[in-house]
């Protein structure tokens, strides 16, 4: 891929602006904060009904430093929000759950949740993950006679949207529900969906007030699901409070849900614009599964950035970095940074994970909890087109979500 040359005094991360514009522009802006100034400090914007302007934050675009911030959250701290935007920590906790907290509070959490995420419950769930697979296709061919619909909606969203549903023992009538939710709650900035702050409080409080129930059931009447398993998980004597399963549910079903439809979406259009990577993945798939969904991870980078605040002074490569500043992580970034990838513009199924791709954070207490679930649900996903539709193919340009938060693509047609 060849970038435009992109002036350091034409890019500003916190202009709205910048994120609609073509994608080969804002690469090309990333490539010149990597080589000239991978610590750029940026002012906040006022953002409508949301107090004045934050005090600003300095952008790491390099894959090393931004995993130097994630590994070392005691000087890295999380607690004081993984948004750039500043909001009072009852909120950033509500919306966020543990990725807004430090320890020992983020582990006494991150302790009790990932009793649902072992690999027994993972494993647990690879059944489900299989049949969900296979009837989003024969959905697809019992829907679409005319052999072609929007990807998107009717096969990257359904399967993870699904599984997460199955997980938490949500009925198949409330899926459209979790899904509307969801896009609410990540749409906000992009005029298609025109979420406000208002908007994101109001769903905020009804994915809340169903999550109360879900879990109050459960831990009167425990079934064979993980909220059941979390509503009974004890660490040290301690349960899973009403807020905290709340909050947790939030999290849950947007990250669990958006991520991977991002990353389905995103590695089938790779898929069908690299026929030969592919045909590599395709022809020998079980050798090749590891590295093509760390690829396709990497590649697509489902969330673009999260912000740690400097808990003292200290210097990351070099660069000073004082008490209370923000630092972002813009990952997709640092999944393009040249020092650490070979060809970081070259899409290929077979390259090796080292370094490690940062697409689910860089390491550290943070790391994704459900990543392992993530991977499968990818790896099943493109086997079941493998296996059932091998000439499927995305056939019109992606419409991006106008965010700069979220990877997201809205609609993109495929045939067969």
Known sequence: MTLPAVPLADIDLSDPEFWVKPREWREGAFKTLRDESPFQFFEERQIENMGPAGRGYRALTRHDDIWHVSRNPQVFCSGQGSNIGDMPQEINEFFGSMINMDDPKHFRLRSIVSKGFTPKEITALEESVRIRSAAVID??????????????????????LQIICDMMGIPESDEELIFNWTNTILGVGDPEFVGTLEDLIRVGGEIFSYALALGEDRLKNPRNDI????????????????????????????????????????GMRELTLHRDQRDIWFNNFEANTKTAVEEIVRYSTPVIHFRR??????????????????????????????????????????????????????????????????????AVMFDEIRRRVPQLEIVSEPAYLQSSFINGIKRMQCAW
């Open 139 to 160: 959905r697809m061919f019992e829907r679409f006679p005319e052999k072609q619909c929007d990807f998107v909606h009717e096969v990257a969203a359904l399967m993870p």
């Open 227 to 266: 909220a059941s398993v979390m509503m009974h998980a004890e660490v040290d004597g301690e349960r899973l409070t009403a807020q905290e399963f709340g909050s947790f549910f939030i999290l849950l079903v947007v990250a669990g849900n958006e991520t991977t439809r991002t990353a389905i979406a995103h």
């Open 309 to 378: 605040t400097a808990t003292q002074d200290t210097e990351i490569n070099g660069q000073p970095i004082k008490e209370g500043e923000k630092v972002v992580m813009f990952y997709q970034s640092g999944n393009r940074d040249e020092r650490s990838f070979e060809n970081p513009f070259e899409f290929n199924v077979l390259r090796q994970p080292s370094p490690a791709q940062i697409g689910f954070g860089a390491g550290g207490p943070h790391f994704c909890l459900g990543a392992n679930l993530a991977r499968r649900e990818i």
